[in-house]
């Protein structure tokens, strides 16, 4: 007997599972046990149906979505349309027609994880979305099933292909912001609108995901603060190189005393993190822990053929589940309660680019508001003095985030300071 | 209910486990649903015995095996003892008395692992070793539950900490072998007798389980070739740095037209190669495949904390399936027939260092003899002439084993060349 699978969206990586299923058959096979077969397959409308008939799709493509949610022989539902609505509808309302349901789609599941994760377990079906988080890269899986017995204690990742692709560009070819989203852009890497991938929507969105599976909590988008890459400049990139770091989008989920800390910025990671050399649209993610110590997890962050590697994965447990009996268990059974770090406790160094007057005894002024919020200097560098506006560049010690607004508000309030750029930065 | 757990040994993997019960107790117990009881421990003799109470160890300390064996309220058996004998005859055992075993005994599956999975199937127990490759990395379990979608075309592995803690010395720093191997010994990480590590046979014994789980083949240890870093010189390091690469000990298994083929052999990685920056002690194991495309999964190879998580990982699962009555699931369940490649099929480029009279014509010489073989260059580097003798460098296109053995065999018989080294090309 066949194992009857509803696909929602045949876009790009929809069309990546058939060449997986042609390509590795009796692999996956042998690992499902029963033959998966697509039997239907949920397209906009009439138009779209006929051009993927006319380009050689050979699949039963249906324009309404209650022909999938009705048929009772299909017992895994494949949500590949991406965005919030309508998927949000059409995953409920298969969960709640008792169908195991397959999802990539990270921003629905950052956002209304809660609700699609309790409905699942109430009606005893799968909920899986391996390929929600660094796309190809089995990262999900293995925080839930092999780091079952360590304690992590830091997630970092570079967690957005877009952006370290545009981040590569800017480290290793010295190309300005601008010209990076550009090619990005050209290349297809980029959104006309790439607000979600630049400013670090998209990496915030997988840092929930993330910090459900790697700490047990339940924390919201909203709790996740982000900073894009927008404003970092040529010079920052410069200074970074010449004080032996690399900066790049990361994601940084851990765990301090008074509980999770979720956050997404541009970071200065050493150039000896193996962090550091994650280039162009690859992503990773590096796991601190108890245990193991340090681990990471690199590939394909994104990709027709990756994704659908990853979801098909999904599929295929799904697949045993049903026939072992057990297919209701969560896809992270790791929860607990986790309350949102306090401020205080949440440290790291910072970079600071500073313009000030190009004058005597800024280095002494400067000095002294961080020496008065207690914050020390780990390195000083001024730079570009041209008579008239001088550059300044500090690296700090560690400084909690309370400590990091207190005295970013006085440098702002400072008449001969001007803040150009302050940027976290991963100690080595 | 507890489950309760005999140890074969309490060495210092052993000794990590009470550890991460202690630290991280309430994930464990959320994971595997019973508290995890070390019941008995096996230790040689009452010497033993006594050190390990008076050191305030706490376990009941038992010298005899059959207190474990013919106890039937141990379910799982944890075999930490190394080596073949006798961990072996107690795995055995322990398996007919119906108990499911964790061992992290590379040695012993590379060599007798076909008999006791198989034992361990007709048993219908648990057989997990995750462990036993790359210490704290789950590659294994990724590999059995996530690449499941995934067809695998080449394992890459940096698989031995030893040899790459010495390796990265000799890259890094320009050390000599001797002088890294000292160092080594000094600080713990190889043996007196370091031939384990350094001869490559420590990194053969992973690829032969790397080739169970990622190519669902079942090869013998001698299948595997391995050549070690003993004749790396510094010429060799510092000509490879000139081109643009590292050396590393290097596992490979791939799967051509013609079957596996499995070797392990130090090997220039181009700089950018993910695996060129795995230094030190770590270990990484870098997958290509049809889906994910590649992949990278970086740890620590060895350890007291990782290994014993990666153990602990496994006790885990075999108490989950304990209370969900499906114990008796393979480890690895992808297996199929696999002939090993014909080696006319397994191709590399590689690096020849040559010395010859330091005359005229012995390139034009050089270039017959490859292109009596079908061989060409990508690049050729003289070196070293000093009047009497020089040194030839070459880098090969892509040449199979065959023409490798025979035009070693002519270079070999032709009177004005001495093939100083010869090593693999990982080409970029």
Redesign the interface.
Known sequence: MSIKIGLLGFGTVAS?IPF?LK??G???L??SRDQLEIAKVLVKDDEEKNRLIAAGNDYNFVTNVDEILNDEEIQIVVELMGRIEPARTFITKALEAGKNVVSANKDLIATHGKELISLAQDKGVAFYY?AAVAG???IL??LA???????VTRILGVLNGTSNFMMTKMVDEGWSYEDALKTAQELGYAESDPTNDVEGIDAAYKAVILSQFGF?ATIDFDDVTHKGITNISTDDVAVAQELGYVIKLVGDVREVESGISAEVSPTFLPK?H?LA?V?DVMNAVFVE????????????GA?Q??T???V??D???IARRLS?G?VGKPFN??R?DLPLANPADVKSNYYFALDTPDEKGKILHLSEIFNSEDISFEQVLQQKANGTTARIVVITHAMSKTQLKAVTEKLEAAEDFTVVNTLKVLSN
């Not at 092999?146 to 304690?151: A, E, M, N, Q, R």
């Not at 822990?289 to 394909?300: A, L, R, T, V, W």
């Open positions: 990546g997986l390509e590795n009796e692999k996956v042998a690992a391996e190809g890269i089995p899986r293995t099933n092999s780091l079952t017995s360590d304690k047990g000896n193996p050399s280039n822990s108890i245990g193991i110590g340090e681990s990471m997890y690199y590939g394909p990709g053929k990756p659908a590697t990853s098909l994965a599929i295929i447990r072992d057990n059974e790791f607990r």
